[in-house]
């Protein structure tokens, strides 16, 4: 009964470089959401995919980031040329059955960016 | 858009008091709502939801009622433990199912 993991854990990068961020949901659930939590502050909504594709982007802040779950399960969050501001717990969400609105969080990836 | 305003913190109780966590939403339709708590080290956990007006969440002796009234879900507990030490986060979503979250309030309690 494995929960929704991420990794890393932590990432410390610096100004300029590339990264991404690995999620891993529950098993058989279709929906993965992508949340930013900046210290101080609740969870920020990124982006939300329904099995493959990107139902719902509005939240991604520029085009430095993008996100992508080829297969419906294992999704990647990648953010371009870092920036100090991109400094956050990026946090992964899965649900499952249609009409149960509950998502089951990750631990989150803390991105230090140098 | 949607939003939720919760109670600024940090809040510290002694053990055994009364806890109240307020929070208000704004939202355009119907919202389900949550409160959401994230323990010292661990990642967010539900605490409890309301799917319609009048309803009643409860968990662990938390509770909370949708009041559409006065568009509130205010987070009681009669009698905390040093355990309930944690983040309480209010959040709503919409049919869209995404969640939008208030700032979260700290809560410290003291044996």
């Known amino acids: 009964g494995a929960g929704v993991s991420q990794t890393p854990s932590n990432k410390v990068t610096e100004k300029g470089k590339y990264v991404e961020l690995r999620c891993d949901p529950i098993s058989g659930h279709t929906a993965l959401y992508w949340y930013r939590q900046s210290l101080g502050q609740g969870p920020e909504f990124l982006i939300y995919?329904?099995?493959?594709?990107?139902?719902?982007d509005s939240g991604l802040p520029n085009d430095r980031f993008f996100a992508v779950r080829p297969e419906g399960s294992v999704s990647t969050l990648k953010i371009q040329r870092t920036e100090r501001g991109d400094s956050a717990v990026y946090l992964c969400?899965?649900?499952?059955?249609?009409?149960?609105?509950?998502?089951?969080f990750g631990p989150g990836t803390r991105l230090t960016v140098l | 858009g949607d939003s939720v305003t919760q109670m600024e913190g940090p809040v510290t109780l002694s053990e055994e008091a009364f806890l109240t966590i307020n929070c208000t939403y704004t939202?355009?339709?119907?919202?389900?709502l949550f409160w959401y708590v994230q323990y010292p080290g661990e990642g967010l956990q539900l605490l409890l939801k309301a799917t319609k007006a009048d309803d009643k969440g409860s968990n662990k002796g938390f509770e909370a009622t949708y009041r559409k009234e006065t568009t509130s879900f205010h987070l009681e507990k009669g009698s905390v433990q040093v355990s309930d030490s944690a983040v309480y986060f209010c959040a709503l979503s919409d049919n869209d199912y995404k969640l939008s979250f208030g700032a979260g309030t700290t809560v410290t309690v003291r044996a």
């Open positions: 995919f329904q099995g493959t594709g990107a139902a719902d």
């Open positions: 969400a899965s649900r499952g059955l249609a009409g149960d609105n509950e998502q089951f």
């Open positions: 939202a355009t339709g119907y919202p389900s």
